[in-house]
Nanobody, 124 residues
Framework: QADLVESGGGLVQTGESLRLSCTTS????????AAWFRQAAGKEREFVAA????????FYADALKGRFTISRDNVAKQVDLQMNSLIPEDTGVYYC?????????????????WGRGTQVTVSA
């Protein structure tokens, strides 16, 4: 199990931006796909974005395309999520995942490691 630590969450107003980061000390970070998920209060965790081990394969939840951008730095062992034009519906805890299976349009997180999450709150 890899140790994943998310950071960058906070309280912002509608229309503002946040950049989340997920870092790890895993020696095999560069071998695995990674993803971001989020969970709003009272709702199930949902897929946000995924990126392949080399950064070449990238997929987003359809509703988030154009506002969110996922990226990774295999030297720094970091996966980032740039979130622009935030709206209250983006409020939730954002989780990083490493080691899942990336596929066309999504990501299977059945195996791998989760971070503890970082809270994002968007006020109206």
């Amino acid at each position: 199990q890899a140790d994943l630590v998310e950071s960058g969450g906070g309280l912002v107003q509608t229309g503002e931006s946040l950049r989340l980061s997920c870092t790890t000390s895993s020696r095999v970070f560069n071998l695995y796909g990674a993803a971001w998920f989020r969970q709003a209060a009272g709702k199930e965790r949902e897929f946000v974005a995924a990126i392949g081990h080399g950064g070449g394969a990238i997929f987003y939840a359809d509703a988030l395309k154009g506002r969110f951008t996922i990226s990774r730095d295999n030297v720094a062992k970091q996966v980032d999520l740039q979130m622009n034009s935030l709206i209250p519906e983006d409020t939730g805890v954002y989780y990083c995942h490493l080691g899942g299976r990336i596929y066309e349009g999504g990501y299977d997180a059945e195996y791998g490691s989760w971070g503890r999450g970082t809270q994002v709150t968007v006020s109206a």
